[in-house]
Structures are given as C-alpha cells and as structure tokens.
C-alpha cells in the first residue's frame, strides 16, 4: 500500500510539474505583432477575380451588375489580430473603405484601404506622372510606386516593380537607387527610369547577382521573391476592350558589360554581347486558376491563355526620345469571345524591362531605359 501510494504522490508531482512548466510556457510567449489581412471573401458569386491583397490595399473586382453599395467582406488576418470595423459589416464601397488591423499584443496597426472596382474600369494612356515613396526596412531606404489616376481624380491602380524585393539587398536608400525611379527628363514631364544593378553580397549568397529594372501590370509577390522569382511577377489586370497598337517614348543606354550569373552567383562577362531592353504588352484569358501569367510563362508560344502580343523589335541603344507603334499580333486560332469580353474574362499587362533576359540574372550593371507616355490603342466597336 505504501508502494501504491508513493506512485500515485509521484504521479501527481510530475502532473504538477508539467502543469506549472506548461502554463510557465504560455505565460512566457510573446503575443502576436503581426497585423495583415491574408484573405477575403464575398458571400455570393460576385467576384470577377481573386482579391489582390497589397501592403496596405485591397482591391475587389466585381462581376457586372453587382452593385457596390451593401457589401460585407469578411477577412482572416494573422494570428490573434483583429480588426475594425469588424469583418462581416455592410458598407458602401462606391467610395474606398478604411480598415484598421490591429495586432494581437496590441502594439502594432495597420490601415488598409478597401477599394472596389467593376469590369469596365479601364486606363489606356500612362505617363508616368503620379509616383509616391514608400518607406522601407524601418525606414533605411525609399523607393517609388507608380499609380494611375481615374475619372474620379483618385488612385486607380498601381504599378508593380521588384523593388521591395531589391530593398532586401541593402544596395539602395533613396528613389534614384533603386531598378526602378521616376525620372524628372521625360519626354514630357516625367517619366520611368529602368536601371539594371548589381545585387552585391547578398544577391552573391542568394545566386541573384543582378537585378533589371521593371514595371509591369500585376502584383509582386514578396513571398515568392527569393525562392520562385519567376513566379513572383504576378501580370495582368482587367481589361474590356480589343487592343489593336502599343505606341510610346523610350531611351536605351546598354550598360559596358553583359554577363550571365553561373552556379556560384558570379557575374560571367560574355565577350560580344550586348544587352537588350524589352517593351511588350500581352492580351490574354484570365482562366479559373490561372488569372495572371508571370515571368516563366508570359511570352510562352505554347500558352493557351495569351490571345495576342505585342513586342517592340527594336531593342538597341537609343540616345534620344524614340517614338515607337508595335501592333498586337493574334496568335493562330485565337479569337475574341464577345460575351467573355463582355463579362471581363480577358486581361492585358504591359511590362518595360532594362535587361530582357534579367529574369534569368543576365545582363548588363547599368544597362537604362527611360520610357513615357504608353498608350494602347483599341478597336472603336469594344465596349
């Protein structure tokens, strides 16, 4: 009996034990810092496409016919966040709602905007003008986003780039530093300055040693950077109309030396070689699945999704503004479906790069391209 009652003391002991280590262990754990949105969602089938999620936005498309006036979205966030007002809540997004994230410990919030558009926004003409600076790494460095602006005279859309990515690299700390800048000597006004750089170390260590300086329609995915960079460059957005020409400006200075990265992560010169920019824009199908094309697929000759492209031909070194027109090109057996038109099932991107094979870390440190006033010219009779 006294054997039976020591094991069951000890048992008890080692339960308390394990107790106060375990509540010791809850104790101790910080709370959550983090305050993002990670997904929405709309009751119904009211969503022309997935919803893109950015730093600080959320945009929404809508099918046609769906009113934007009584909507509730309903929001996971990171662990333990919430946010305000509460997810579910109706409210008019005929004008940009704000949304404030609010991290589990309390300390840290974040205000997102909440925008809805429909399938018949569209931008066909970009100069570039519209630029803000957006701070990163706490504040080490500044880099440009470019945005458009709406018949309403509000931010309509932004353009992607690769500079958060770049910022990684502690190779930049203001605008004029980074791939991509907005430049004061446009053809007229401003413009968009394409710098191809070096990566330095940490691009070595990562076997990324250079980065091309690019803009394009779409979303970046930061996730996706450093392991499947191809993937991270996510095209394409809404777009209601038949494009017929892709017309614009551009300078081209090619940089001394083109090189290839080998299996290390060094630059290798290629004696010879001269770099090329790239200038094109893509028509395509937004499939189930598949809503935007990205850097291993976007010129793909065996992509099924792309109806037409249009890439200019002419990529050497230009010292002065070179006006250029490049038609959209239909593919064999691709046509337009009037009612997937209608129903805002195609998209297009536009994408400007200083190097055009820097996706696969080749080119040429230096390499600049300066571009302005794109425009898409589209058949009179698209809606």
């Excluded at 983090?34 to 969602?41: F, G, L, Q």
């Excluded at 094979?357 to 571009?371: H, K, N, P, Q, R």
Aim: proline share 6%; glycine share 8%; hydrophobic share 35%.
């Amino acid at each position: 009996m006294k054997q039976l009652r020591y094991q069951l003391l000890l048992v008890l002991m080692i339960m308390s034990a394990s107790c106060m280590l375990f509540t010791g262990c809850i104790k101790d754990e910080p709370l959550n810092a983090e305050c993002d949105i990670v997904s929405v969602t709309l009751k119904g089938d009211v969503l022309n496409r997935s919803p893109q999620i950015f730093n600080d936005k959320v945009v929404l498309i809508l099918k046609n016919g769906v009113s934007a006036m009584n909507l509730a979205p309903e929001f996971e966030l990171t662990p333990g966040a919430t946010i305000s007002p509460e997810s579910g809540t109706p409210r008019n997004f005929i004008f940009p709602q704000e949304y404030t994230v609010t991290s589990e410990d309390g300390k840290w919030k974040k205000v997102y905007t909440v925008e809805v558009r429909n399938n018949n926004s569209v931008n066909l003409y970009y100069n570039f003008e519209n630029a803000r600076r957006v701070s990163a790494l706490g504040g080490m460095c500044s880099y440009d986003v470019f945005f458009e602006v709406g018949t309403s005279g509000q931010e309509e859309w932004a353009w992607a780039t690769a500079n958060p990515a770049f910022a990684l690299t502690l190779q930049a700390s203001t605008p004029n530093t980074f791939p991509t800048y907005q430049g004061d000597e446009g053809h007229d006004g401003k413009c968009v300055v394409l710098v191809t750089r070096s990566t330095g170390d940490f691009g070595k260590r990562v076997k990324k040693p250079l980065a091309a300086g690019n803009i394009f329609m779409g979303k970046f995915d930061m996730t996706n950077a450093m392991q499947h960079p191809l993937e991270a460059t996510q095209m394409g957005t809404p777009f209601n109309k038949v494009p017929v020409t892709l017309s614009g400006f551009y300078k081209f200075k090619p940089g001394e030396t083109y090189c290839e990265a080998d299996a290390d992560g060094n630059l290798v010169p290629v004696p010879g070689k001269v770099d090329e920019f790239n200038i094109y824009a893509v028509f395509f199908e937004s499939m189930e699945g598949r809503e935007w094309l990205d850097g291993a697929n976007v010129l793909s000759p065996d992509n099924d999704q792309i109806l037409a492209t249009a890439v200019i031909p002419d990529k050497t070194a230009k010292s002065e503004w070179t006006e250029f027109t490049i038609p959209f090109v239909f593919r064999p057996g691709k046509t337009v479906d009037p009612e997937k038109l209608k129903n805002g099932q195609y998209s297009i991107t536009v994408v400007c790069t200083s190097s055009q094979e820097g996706d696969y870390f080749s080119g040429a440190i230096g390499s600049t391209l300066m571009v302005d006033e794109l425009s898409v010219v589209c058949q009179d009779n698209s809606l």
